[in-house]
Every structure is written in C-alpha cells, then in structure tokens.
C-alpha cells in the first residue's frame, strides 16, 4: 500500500528527558503552493529543538511535511504552522524552525519562528 500524505503527527518517549540535548532535522524536499499563482514552491525546512519528554516520530513528521504539497500557503503562514504543530506535539523546552525557499522571481525568502515565542512589545507613540 502506498504511502500518503498525513496531518498526524505523532510523538515517542524521550529516553533521556533529564538532560538538555539539540534534535537537528532538515527536509531539503519541502514544497508548498503560491496562494496567489499555484505555482509550486521549493524550499528546505529546518527542525532545531530540545526536547522535553517527547520527540517527533520522524516517519510522521515526513508525511506531515509532505501534506503541504498541495495546499496554498504564503512563507511567513507555513513556517509558522509547522512550528505551532510541532510544539503543540511536543512542547519542547526550545525550538526554531527554518524555511529556506528557493529563489521565486529573483527574491530568496528565509523565514524562521522560535519557541518559546517572543510576543512583539509595540512602542508607546512618545517614545
């Protein structure tokens, strides 16, 4: 049977919870639409996290990852989703995700998030 793309992402034990280790995952094969043109876009994802009690089932994340295939989603929106998906999963003591999309246009984007998120503090209008 052929496998398929898949929202569910799933966890497994982490073995050493007690100790503060780097899990370090790329995907070089991500690809994603324009949700303006459809056209496809390319890009690497970066997975960089210490875990807590869980770590992300690798075969789950790539199933994961590949349901994005179809589906029109602007940078900044998916990198965003992975991470929120991710750390709603796992809730990791740290984590950042990474895209690297391929040039579209003459213009390379790099989006990354980090956990936990910084929320934006907006200045007062007199300082």
């Known amino acids: 049977m052929p496998t398929k793309p898949s929202k569910q992402l799933l966890a497994v034990e982490n ?10 995952i790329e995907c070089p094969e991500f690809t994603c639409v324009c949700p303006v043109t459809g056209q496809p876009d390319f890009a ?38 992975i991470c929120d998906d991710l750390v709603k999963l796992l809730k990791p003591r740290q984590m950042k995700v990474t895209g690297i999309f391929n040039v579209r246009g003459g213009i390379y984007t790099t989006v990354s998030v980090e956990y936990p998120y910084i929320k934006n503090k907006r200045r007062k209008k007199d300082e």
Do not use: A, F, M, Q
Request: glycine share 2%.
């Open 44 to 81: 690497t994802i970066k997975i960089d996290y210490i875990p807590d009690k869980k770590i992300v089932e690798l075969k789950s994340l790539k199933l994961y990852l590949w349901s994005y295939r179809d589906e029109g989603h602007y940078h900044e929106e998916v990198i965003n989703l």
């Open 15 to 24: 073995k050493k919870p007690d100790r503060d280790y780097w899990v370090n």
